[in-house]
């Protein structure tokens, strides 16, 4: 089982900027890929941005030139950069990631959420 905990969100101005921090932890696990979506009320969870095991990223189109997705220090921590944000960025942002555990001589691969964090964007 893996743990994702988010932190970072808030109120921001249109404009301005936030950052976002997500750790991941857990027992002998491998990490395929780590990311971040989002969900507005009354709309379906999207992709914000995604870095992989090869640290190559994607980002959704709505974000692209303006959030940076990144890897802490630690491998198992990821930074959203949130740069030039407008009230249509308001959303919970979750966490995610694709783990990887070895068990019984197989690798089983496995997703895990963070519970969120609120960003409010303000006109």
């Known amino acids: 089982q893996v743990d994702l905990v988010e932190s970072g969100g808030g109120l921001v101005q249109s404009g301005g900027s936030l950052t976002l921090f997500c750790a991941a932890s857990?027992?002998?696990?491998?990490?395929?890929?780590m990311g971040w979506y989002r969900q507005a009320p009354g709309n379906e969870r999207e992709l914000v941005a995604v870095i992989r095991s090869d640290e190559s990223t994607n980002y959704g189109d709505s974000v692209k030139g303006r959030f940076t997705i990144s890897r802490g220090n630690a491998k198992n921590t990821v930074y959203l950069l949130m740069n030039s944000l407008k009230p249509e960025d308001t959303a919970v942002y979750y966490c995610?990631?694709?783990?990887?555990?070895?068990?019984?001589?197989?690798?089983?691969?496995?997703?895990?959420w963070g519970r969120g964090t609120q960003v409010t964007v303000s006109s």
């Open positions: 995610n990631g694709d783990f990887s555990l070895s068990y019984a001589g197989g690798t089983y691969s496995f997703p895990a």
């Open positions: 857990g027992s002998d696990f491998g990490i395929n890929s």
